[in-house]
């Protein structure tokens, strides 16, 4: 099975997360700048909520690979909302891309909130998730 894993980060929270999901699945974690370079079966999309959006470079990904993207899988982390799925779907809609109803959140630090997560154990769980939906 083709697999990816791709994130957008600003402050690392992100990052730290879809590296610990890559290794978990015997890939490299990279960003969504990276693209896809061919058709790939699972995308884990890692992404993160500022000002209560999605950046614009998670929005180009979905729109530049939607033909390669075969199920779209969405992980993300915030600090308020409770998860990134909605405005994932909108954009996955838009562009006739398959997302899972299955998803993985967890809290980002934002200054003094949350602070250290995601933890080790989010990683493993997000990392856990990422396993289950392939299985
Ligand atoms: C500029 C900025 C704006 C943010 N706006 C929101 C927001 O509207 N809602 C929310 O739940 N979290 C918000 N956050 C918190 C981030 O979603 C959270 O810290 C996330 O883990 C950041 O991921 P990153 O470190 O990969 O960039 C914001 C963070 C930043 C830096």
Same mark, same amino acid.
């Given at each position: 099975?083709?697999?990816?894993?791709?994130?957008?980060?600003?402050?690392?929270?992100?990052?730290?997360?879809?590296?610990?999901?890559?290794?978990?699945?015997?890939?490299?974690?990279?960003?969504?700048?990276?693209?896809?370079?061919?058709?790939?079966?699972?995308?884990?999309?890692?992404?993160?909520?500022?000002?209560?959006?999605?950046?614009?470079?998670?929005?180009?990904?979905?729109?530049?690979?939607?033909?390669?993207?075969?199920?779209?899988?969405?992980?993300?982390?915030?600090?308020?909302?409770?998860?990134?799925?909605?405005?994932?779907?909108?954009?996955?809609?838009?562009? $006739?891309?398959?997302?899972?109803?299955?998803?993985?959140?967890?809290?980002?630090?934002? $200054?003094?909130?949350?602070?250290?997560?995601?933890?080790?154990?989010?990683?493993?769980?997000?990392?856990?998730?990422?396993?289950?939906?392939?299985?």
């Amino acid at each position: 099975m083709t697999i990816a894993v791709r994130y957008f980060t600003r402050t690392g929270n992100t990052r730290r997360l879809a590296e610990g999901v890559a290794a978990a699945l015997g890939v490299a974690a990279e960003s969504v700048e990276a693209g896809l370079s061919e058709k790939t079966e699972a995308v884990f999309l890692c992404n993160s909520v500022y000002a209560a959006g999605v950046d614009d470079a998670v929005k180009a990904f979905i729109a530049d690979n939607k033909d390669k993207i075969g199920t779209l899988y969405n992980l993300s982390t915030a600090a308020l909302l409770t998860s990134s799925y909605k405005m994932v779907r909108k954009l996955a809609e838009e562009n $006739g891309v398959t997302l899972s109803e299955k998803e993985f959140h967890c809290r980002g630090q934002f $200054g003094p909130l949350h602070a250290n997560r995601p933890t080790a154990a989010d990683i493993r769980n997000a990392a856990d998730f990422a396993k289950g939906v392939l299985v």
